[in-house]
């Protein structure tokens, strides 16, 4: 089992998902090191969410899966301050911290993620059913038109199960689950479940 560095950048509910991409903001010392890292070290960097409420010293905890991605964009501020765009690649499983201080460095695994080609007509209908329920969420929280009319072109996008879960704000745990799980099928159906409950409640 082949292992790699990551740099993990903990954030109260921000996950990673693939194909999503992800601005970031980074202005405290220890994640300016981070980023050099990162930049220094092939660009990758990892998402390691945990839930709003947490309450505690140092570092938070984080999950044992995570997202990450590589950097696509940097914008560097004349205070040492800078701006990022993170495109998600896939998720990492935790093997072991490195470091903990000044900021989390692990080794990970890389997980392989069905994506959405050559998928079943049932598949394929489920993931339109998603559409669906996600527009209709969106219409209901003041979206604009042309970005419902922009939605469709998830039909073809290689995670779109990933990117619906990435636009939709629902609990933590529930999203913690559909990042991890790798069975395109099976995270359609944890999201539907999700969806179909948001729908009932508007």
Sequence with gaps: MSTFPLPLFPLPDVFLFPGMFLPLHIFEP??????DFCMENGGELGMA??????????????????????IIQKESLPDGRSN????????????SLDST??????QIVRREHERNKNVSMDLKEKIE???????RILLAEGAEEDLILKMNQILVHPYPVDFIA??????FK???????????????????????GLNLSE
């Design 101 to 106: 201080e000044p900021f989390y460095i692990a």
């Design 174 to 196: 529930t999203k913690q689950t559909i990042l991890e799980t790798t069975h395109l099928e099976t995270k359609a159906d944890l999201l539907k479940t999700v969806l179909l």
């Design 129 to 135: 059913e998603l559409l669906v329920l996600t527009k």
């Design 166 to 171: 990435s636009l939709i704000y629902f609990d």
């Design 30 to 35: 220890r994640y300016r090191m981070m980023l």
């Design 49 to 70: 969410p945990y839930p709003k409420n947490w309450v505690g010293l140092g570092l938070p905890p984080i999950p044992e899966v995570v997202g990450y991605g590589h």
């Design 84 to 95: 990022i765009i993170l495109e998600g690649i896939g998720t990492a499983e935790i093997v």
